[in-house]
């Protein structure tokens, strides 16, 4: 499991949630296949965006879950949602 903050906050993070096309946006993570979520908008939606900011939940915080798909389709799908190149 690994995160990371977008520069760009809640849009980016929301563009990228968008254009990812292997992994599941999920509210939770776990389970065999990638899954990818935006903790402020789910696990964590329920506190300020204060109480958030305290806790280093940014809006543009991205967690993700990484599975048994193959590697190098994974990385390509992710360069192209960072890219905001549009689904094909």
Do not use: C, W, Y
């Amino acid at each position: 499991m690994i995160s990371f903050e977008l520069h760009g906050g809640l849009p980016a993070a929301e563009q990228f949630l968008s254009r990812t096309r292997l992994a599941t946006v999920a509210v939770s993570l776990g389970g065999v296949e990638t899954l990818v979520v935006r903790p402020a908008a789910a696990v964590h939606s329920n506190l300020s965006p204060q109480e958030r900011a305290k806790t280093g939940i940014a809006d543009g915080l991205i967690r993700l879950s990484v599975g048994l798909e193959n590697t190098d389709d994974l990385l390509a799908d992710f360069e192209q949602a960072l890219a905001g190149r549009a689904h094909r």
